[in-house]
């Protein structure tokens, strides 16, 4: 079966714009979380979403914000981008209902953004 | 390929010899421990998970072992070889507000050497 999809596999974006990043999530997956990835601080969770319904987020300004439709697919958008903003962005889809194991999470390549 | 870390601690070791990750966690409640790898240019790529009711888990030439008085997790893998070349993460299950939501430790890149 297909895997989690991340569209586009990379951007340079310039300091100001604002991006969105895409994810298709495994079929049947509902559960949809979002990481950022950097040399300095590793991976940090954003946010998830589960049934088109943000149900946790994590420790990122309001410019960090995100979606989900009702076929599960997700996006996520960072306005007025900062030089700091440059970082793999992952997505990872899990059939994850409230309290399930989370090992069944599978993770995206990813999207490199740089802002220049 | 992206860097996924520039400044990782780094394990080295010859093809063949076992290979022992270590890991710090940091909540006394996380009751869910995953092991992950990541390859240059992919996600990271689950490899084995252990509930805290549970010391050791064993899978295809890995081991986890959980230590939850000192809160330490560790990653063995029997019969190291280059493909084994990448970063590899912890993670707990921090859970928020009853949901799930992975906190990953920093890393570790393993280098293995023919």
């Known amino acids: 079966k297909a895997g989690v999809t991340q569209t586009p596999r990379y951007l340079i974006k310039t300091r100001g714009q604002q991006v969105t990043l895409s994810c298709s999530p495994i079929s049947g997956h509902r559960s949809v979380s979002w990481y950022q990835q950097t040399p300095g601080q590793g991976l940090q969770f954003l946010f998830e979403?589960?049934?088109?319904?943000?149900?946790n987020k994590g420790n990122f300004p309001g410019r960090f914000s995100g979606r989900q439709f009702s076929n599960s697919r997700s996006e996520m958008n960072v306005s007025t981008l900062e030089l700091g903003d440059s970082a793999l962005y992952l997505c990872?889809?899990?059939?994850?209902?409230?309290?399930?194991?989370?090992?069944?999470?599978?993770f995206g390549s990813g999207t490199r953004l740089t802002v220049v | 390929g992206e860097s996924v870390g520039l400044h990782l601690p780094t394990l080295s070791v010859q093809e063949g010899d076992n290979s022992i990750i270590n890991c710090a966690y940091s909540?006394?409640?996380?009751?869910?421990f995953i092991w992950y790898k990541q390859e240059s240019g992919k996600g990271p790529q689950f490899i084995i998970d252990i509930r805290s009711n549970m010391d050791k888990r064993q899978g295809q030439r890995v081991t986890v072992l959980l230590n939850k008085t000192v809160k330490h997790l560790s990653l063995q893998i029997a019969a190291t070889q280059p493909g084994d070349s990448a970063v590899y993460f912890c993670a707990e299950n921090g859970f928020s507000g009853g949901y799930n939501k992975l906190i990953f430790g920093a890393g570790t890149r393993l280098a293995v050497h023919p």
């Open positions: 990872a889809s899990s059939l994850a209902g409230r309290n399930s194991d989370p090992g069944g999470y599978t």
């Open positions: 979403y589960f049934s088109e319904t943000q149900r």
């Open positions: 909540n006394s409640a996380s009751d869910y």
